[in-house]
């Protein structure tokens, strides 16, 4: 039985709840400390830290800011920002952070990872899992026995069981 499946190439868009919505409206107040009525650059990076759990590269924040800027505005105004993180957070999806956890793993940057990769993350995480266990879970990643656990296995693994969520 192969493990992953076409199944996890389809992404579900998530719904935004009003739980949600109050929750940017509050990060969205937090974060326009002068109370200009509008976020800029460093707001708005803020913002998603605070919602996402992650500083945004310079990139992110450049097309996150040409998207959302009015043309005669300094900054994003609430209602863009509103719009702007009901798409990111119905976009942040499973396959995102699969690689953010790969990337973890990924000490080295070499694209792949080896066991010694496995033991160092699973020592930080949990220091009194066995050996034996950590051996077990990078074999179950490893597919082709190759010593190596590229992406694509990674998040086979990490999606296994998922195909429905």
Not at 46 to 66: C, H, I, Q, R, W
Not at 99 to 117: A, H
Request: one cysteine or more.
């Amino acid at each position: 039985m192969e493990m992953c499946s076409l199944t996890h190439f389809v992404r579900k868009q998530r719904e935004i709840t009003d739980i949600d919505k109050k929750k940017f409206e509050t990060v969205y107040e937090l974060c326009d400390t002068d109370k200009k009525g509008y976020l800029n650059r460093e707001d708005l990076k803020m913002a998603v830290v605070m919602l996402f759990g992650y500083k945004p590269s310079k990139s992110e924040t450049n097309m996150l800011m040409d998207q959302a800027q009015a043309k005669d505005s300094p900054g994003v105004c609430i209602e863009m920002f509103m719009c702007l993180m009901g798409k990111k957070l119905s976009s942040d999806d499973h396959y995102q952070k699969t690689r953010q956890i790969f990337n973890t793993f990924d000490v080295n940057c070499r694209g792949f990872l080896k066991l010694e990769d496995f033991r160092t993350a699973f020592s930080r995480v949990a220091p009194r899992l066995p050996e034996r266990t950590v051996l077990e879970a990078f074999r179950l990643a490893d597919q082709d026995s190759d010593g190596h656990v590229s992406f694509r296995d990674f998040e086979c693994v990490i999606s296994y069981g998922q195909a429905n969520s």
